[in-house]
């Protein structure tokens, strides 16, 4: 199973940016996925989850009402729409898979089996 993001990139503070991540080896049809941020220096924080048949969705305080997760079972991708970026986003974007069908979203790391190599977003004037 492999996970690949993109989209990340530089961007000024009240831009977007929209992540991706390309799943291999396993259709998310049936797993719960995760958006996790990490800086360096600072504890991982699990942005957005959704569980395995998208009908429940999590995000943290800091991202509510800005990010949206979403995912193309055709394309076996999941996404996450940022918008209206700060600062204070910055921060190395992963996701991750769990390996267990059915499977409610979860927000500790030890759940989730796969992880993708990340992609970096800046967010600076």
């Known amino acids: 199973v492999q996970l690949v993001e993109s989209g990340g990139g530089l961007v000024q503070p009240g831009g977007s940016l929209r992540l991706s991540c390309a799943v291999s080896?396993?259709?998310?049809?049936?797993?719960?996925l995760a958006w996790v941020r990490q800086v360096p220096g600072k504890e991982r924080l699990f942005v957005s989850a959704m569980n395995w048949n998208a009908r429940a969705t999590y995000y943290a305080d800091s991202v509510r009402g800005r990010f949206t997760i979403s995912r193309d079972l055709a394309q076996n991708t999941v996404y996450l729409q940022m918008d209206n970026l700060s600062p204070d986003d910055t921060a190395t974007y992963y996701c991750?898979?769990?390996?267990?069908?059915?499977?409610?979203?979860?927000?500790?790391?030890?759940?989730?089996?796969?992880w993708g190599q990340g992609t970096q977003v800046t967010v600076s004037s």
């Open positions: 080896g396993r259709t998310i049809t049936y797993y719960a």
């Open positions: 991750a898979l769990v390996s267990q069908r059915y499977s409610n979203f979860e927000t500790t790391a030890h759940s989730y089996d796969f």
